[in-house]
């Protein structure tokens, strides 16, 4: 019999739990320190690993680029995806839409 070392595909553990939750501390502070951006309306979440999305509204593209260059600046952050919306687009966004 060969030993093979148990593989877990449940909850993060508690390590894993606490270097997601700090990463997203960091790159909130970033965000808030950044003089560029009104971030208060943007949620940053990590995944296990080092991506971060971003996620909520900012007013307009500038703000939205230097969202993304804010958490790219984290150390630890290697993939930032963004679901950022832009509440001065002139294209409305699906959820802006009626019928």
């Known amino acids: 019999m060969v030993y093979k070392e148990r ?8 390590p894993e739990r606490e270097a997601i939750a700090k ?5 909130a502070a970033a965000l ?23 996620s909520g509204w900012v007013m307009d593209e500038a703000e939205h680029r230097n969202c993304v260059e804010a958490a790219q600046s984290v150390a630890g952050v290697e993939h930032v995806e963004s679901e950022i919306g832009l509440r ?11 019928p």
């Open 7 to 14: 593989e877990y595909f449940g909850e993060p553990t508690e």
């Open 23 to 27: 990463l997203e501390a960091d790159v």
């Open 32 to 54: 808030g320190a950044s003089g560029k951006l009104d971030a208060v309306d943007v949620k940053v979440t990590a995944t296990s690993g080092s991506t971060v999305i971003l």
């Open 88 to 98: 001065n687009s002139a294209v409305p966004s699906a959820a802006d839409t009626r």
